[in-house]
């Protein structure tokens, strides 16, 4: 197991395109960390610095401590897993799992046995004679996951290494990786622009967007408590509800319908944000559905709205709402999906509720949050 430090890493090409802003972060032992954000946000191009196949434009990247920025990949001691597998063709499964330690010049012996370990552990026994063009897509990922795991190296580092395969097997080789990091305790570093893939196989969660971080946490850290809408809206499925509008009096409008702040923030922040335009933030699951002729609740928020479409998707119905000119998005259960053009009302518990700058984007702390 590796520790990792990132200090002040920048990339910038020689055409002056700067691809990575002052990236910085701090990698424990052992740690499964997940670099998400939308495709071109700089990602990849970090992990690549990581593994040396490009240059560090400026700043200091450690391995257990010691500066390596001038290091070839391997003097690293790591090992990728790409996107496209990068599998030998004409090579059998126990080729292409063993091949890295034949050239080491590892004992014939001893290749045998890491090999048929690493293959048992894959699911892989009964396909090492086999050529990839022979093997599934999620079969062919398992193999480049082997022959990167049989090195024994402190990290692993993965490149998107599931967007190649379809839903069913994504779901299946999530797991499959994570099991293998436990088993490993290899410190693993893992690319995606796939937040799902992020929340349930991350120890921790870089979120990136043009080259800049926005936040690091725990996929716990970046659900409930964003820094700004960017985090807010790119984890969780569907994305954050965001609603701008204008605080006066203390109160805002969301549609027909004024919300007092003073349930939601404390008054020093009320006073703070007169006047000033902010986005009204909720998460479609964080809803409850409610009588339309029901008071609303003392701790919560009652909106009306109109139904523009239903999508059932067997645990759970999102539904499209209009209130008042203002397009939303809910979750809710399968068993009560309303009909289309429908009037409903729904609360949102003042706990629930976030608001941000609509200026900057930035998060506004209030007592609840």
Do not use: W
Not at 23 to 37: A, R, S
Not at 123 to 134: A, F, I, M, N, V
Not at 162 to 170: G, Y
Not at 255 to 284: C, H, M, N, W, Y
């Amino acid at each position: 197991m590796a520790y990792l430090t990132l200090s002040g890493i920048n990339k910038i090409y020689p055409n002056g395109f700067h691809a990575v802003h002052d990236f910085n972060l701090e990698v424990e032992k052992g740690e499964f960390i997940v670099f998400v954000g939308p495709s071109g946000c700089g990602k990849s191009t970090t992990l690549r610095m990581i593994a040396g196949l490009e240059n560090i434009s400026k700043g200091d990247f450690l391995i257990n401590g010691e500066r390596v920025n001038e290091k070839s990949p391997r003097e690293r001691e790591i090992a990728m897993v790409f996107q496209s597998y990068a599998l030998y063709p004409h090579m059998s499964v126990y080729e292409n799992m063993s091949f890295g330690l034949t050239l080491q010049g590892v004992d014939e012996d001893v290749i045998e046995q890491k090999v048929l370990a690493t293959a048992k552990v894959l699911g892989l026994t009964d396909y090492l004679d086999r050529k990839p063009r022979e093997l599934s897509g999620g079969q062919r990922q398992r193999v480049a996951v082997g022959r990167a795991i049989i090195r024994k190296v402190g990290i692993f580092l993965m490149d998107e290494p599931l967007s190649n395969l379809d839903a069913k097997q994504r779901v299946t080789m999530r797991s499959e990786i994570t099991q293998i990091h436990r088993q490993t305790g290899a410190t693993t570093i893992y690319v995606t622009h796939d937040q799902t893939e992020a929340m349930t196989m991350a120890d921790r969660i870089v979120v990136m967007k043009e080259g800049y971080i926005q936040q690091i946490g725990t996929p716990h850290d970046l659900y409930f408590d964003p820094v700004n809408m960017f985090v807010a809206g790119f984890i969780g499925e569907p994305p954050m509800n965001f609603i701008r509008t204008v605080v006066k009096g203390g109160k805002i409008g969301i549609g027909k319908t004024d919300i007092e702040l003073s349930g939601i923030a404390d008054q020093a922040v009320i006073t703070e944000l007169e006047g000033k335009e902010i986005a009204f933030g909720f998460r479609p699951e964080h809803v409850a559905l409610c009588d339309v002729n029901a008071a609303k609740p003392e701790n919560a928020v009652k909106l009306d709205c109109k139904v523009e479409l239903t999508e059932l998707l067997g645990d759970n119905t999102n539904v499209y709402i209009d209130i008042d000119g203002i397009s939303s998005i809910l979750k809710i259960d399968p068993h009560m999906t309303p009909e289309i053009d429908s009037q409903i009302s729904f609360t949102i518990d003042y706990g629930h509720i976030y608001l941000f700058d609509a200026v900057t984007e930035e998060r506004i702390k209030t007592r609840l949050c």
